[in-house]
């Protein structure tokens, strides 16, 4: 049983959410002319959300993250992406002589050592390159979700970053079950190891199957506290959320 088999339901509610996420790009693409962007992991909310940007010709690039850690079947969705909507991903790596200064002085493994250098090295690989993702450009668009964590329960539809930035998170509202039903209805593309119970991918070595009743963000660093917040700091969020 894959993914869609598994989750992929109608429930109340569905299509004012999805109206509500449509609204939403449609602001925000009308409000950042030329200065907005998708940032996906490419994960499933992610291809949701590409989805929905080139179904309603919306003028809004996708943009994503390659850690140099990243699973094969994740790569693999950068063509299909172009295969399906003909948009070319923009991808955005690490310095490679930070990387390796990084690997030289700590080992392949370190983000295992401590939450601090597991932290570095999200930094490292995530946080530096993110910021030139980001340059030039005054607003985001992610596939945050109030049931993906704890942490993320109090994520508003639009928001503040650290740096000013405005944060617009479409689907806050939806559940796990109106991911994979519009994934069903569309034909998402999507990635394979979501299929393989993992319903929050990241880098290879930080990313595992979770087991049922775990959160959704168990399978990220999970050998750190269940205390700790499964972030990488990519989604600082410290400022007052705006109105939606």
């Known amino acids: 049983m894959n993914a869609v088999e598994r989750h992929a339901r109608a429930t109340p509610g569905f299509e004012q959410r999805l109206q509500q996420a449509v609204t939403l790009l449609r602001q925000a693409a009308d409000a950042h ?3 907005i962007v998708q940032t996906t992991s490419l ?13 309603h010709g ?15 079947e994740t790569l693999a969705l950068l063509p299909a992406i172009r295969a399906r909507w003909g948009i070319d991903v923009e991808v955005f ?20 050592d401590s939450v601090a ?8 690989r ?5 910021a030139r993702l980001l340059a030039g450009r005054d607003a985001f668009i992610t596939g945050m979700r109030h049931e993906q964590s704890s942490e993320r329960q109090r994520v508003s539809a639009v928001e503040t970053n650290d740096d000013g930035r405005t944060q617009y998170n479409p689907l806050v509202d939806w559940t796990w079950a109106d991911v994979w039903h519009y994934v069903q209805r569309h034909d998402v593309p999507y990635n394979p190891l979501h299929d393989a119970f993992m319903p929050s991918i990241g880098c290879a070595p930080c990313t595992r199957a979770v087991a049922v009743g775990e959160p959704f963000r168990a ?3 999970w050998w750190e506290s269940a205390d700790e917040a499964k972030e990488c700091g990519l989604h600082a969020r410290h400022t007052a959320p705006l109105a939606a």
Not at 58 to 72: M, Q, S
Not at 97 to 111: C, D, I, S, T
């Open 33 to 35: 002319p030329g200065r």
């Open 43 to 55: 994960g499933v909310e992610g291809m949701v959300i590409t989805d929905l940007i080139a179904r």
């Open 58 to 72: 919306l003028a809004i690039p996708v943009a994503t993250l390659d850690t140099g850690l990243l699973h094969p």
């Open 93 to 112: 790596h690490p310095h490679q002589q930070a990387v390796v200064q990084f690997v030289r002085h700590h080992g392949e493994l370190a983000m295992r």
């Open 117 to 124: 250098l597991r932290q570095q090295c999200c930094a490292t």
């Open 126 to 130: 995530k946080l530096e390159p993110m």
């Open 219 to 221: 399978g990220r660093w």
